[in-house]
């Protein structure tokens, strides 16, 4: 039988209890209709993954009583730094949950020339929540420990401003180089990819003067939603943890 993981926040220590938070006590107790009892596993942000049983399930709290440490997940080896040009919400949602599925790090929603989609202040706020609860699913049904940042849209020009030290590469299917060809990266690796309608030719020479290395990944031109898996799955494969 299955046995359900859920992410919290709080700290887990054998022989404690603690009092799970709204999201994963809505679905303990009202879509899984799971019982005092029931064995759950619970992981944190801290790379920590402990067995726990259920004693109280109720509409008001859940309450897991915690067991033995199952294993505590190490730092990946390569920090993917995903910046992605906002698209339409089933896209764009469907990018992040993959993106966590193939261990990024960290994503940037970028509002960019092309972007189709336009968020106000209060809409932001919204799609952060949304999207930082798809990364949770994401990472609670891959059984990843460690949560990627997600970043609230920010403009094109500061998120490219602002990227971490290393290698930081532009996926342009008009570029002549492979991944093969550019210096494997040490730590640190940005990926940009841009919207629906792609990066403007200004937005292009913009991020080659950040550092990007322009990329194309074989002879298609792919969707907003596929480059993004494609691209962490190649270089995973290459430089990161798909070997362990």
Known sequence: MRVHRFFTSQNLQRDSQIT???DPSHHIHQVLRLRSGDDVVLFNANGEE???TLIQVSKQQVVASIG????HEAESRLAIHLLLGLSRS???DFAIQKATELGVSRITPLLTER???KLNEKKSASRLIHWRRIIINACEQSGRCRIPVIDKALEYGDALSHTEAGTSILLDH???LTLHQIEPPQT???ILIGPEGGLTSGERQFAVQKGFIGIRLGPRIMRTETAPLAS???AQTLWGDFCN
Not at 68 to 71: I, P
Request: hydrophobic content about 50%; overall charge negative; glycine content about 0%.
């Open 20 to 22: 799970l938070e709204e």
């Open 50 to 52: 402990h067995a726990a």
């Open 68 to 71: 033995e440490a199952l294993r």
């Open 90 to 92: 089933e896209r764009m």
């Open 115 to 117: 972007c189709v989609v």
């Open 174 to 176: 008009r570029s002549q």
């Open 188 to 190: 640190n690796l940005c």
């Open 232 to 234: 962490i799955a190649a």
